[in-house]
């Protein structure tokens, strides 16, 4: 059984820095793809990153390129998504996605190519 569990959100000022993880069970974190996800109320939910083993390049939502990276520690079968320079508008529940097989860049960013969900993480962002 795969269990995604997130951690690391909470309030940030503007311009602050959050370091979500997402410890993996159940699944290899080297396996296929992961990433990050997003949805604030009212909004659909929007990749943020995602990268895939074996190379291709890394997903970044445009609004977070420059700001936000992703990476992985496969010993410890950890996803994370270090945040910074964040902006109110970041303000969103996080979740950690991981799919069932490996991804196109195309197909990274969009949340249907994942099957495993984690219960989310909440950041906010005070201006």
């Known amino acids: 059984q795969v269990q995604l569990v997130e951690s690391g959100g909470g309030s940030v000022q503007g311009g602050g820095s959050l370091r979500l993880s997402c410890a993996a069970s159940?699944?290899?974190?080297?396996?296929?793809?992961m990433g990050w996800f997003r949805q604030a109320p009212g909004k659909e939910r929007e990749g943020v990153a995602a990268l895939c083993t074996g190379g291709g390049r890394t997903y970044f939502a445009d609004s977070v390129k420059g700001r936000f990276t992703i990476s992985q520690d496969n010993s410890k079968n950890t996803l994370y998504l270090q945040m910074g320079s964040l902006k109110p508008e970041d303000t969103a529940m996080y979740y950690c996605?991981?799919?069932?097989?490996?991804?196109?860049?195309?197909?990274?960013?969009?949340?249907?190519?994942?099957?495993?969900w984690g219960q989310g993480t909440q950041v906010t962002v005070s201006s």
């Open positions: 996605a991981a799919a069932p097989g490996w991804l196109a860049f195309n197909q990274r960013g969009r949340h249907n190519e994942y099957v495993y």
């Open positions: 159940g699944y290899a974190t080297s396996r296929y793809c």
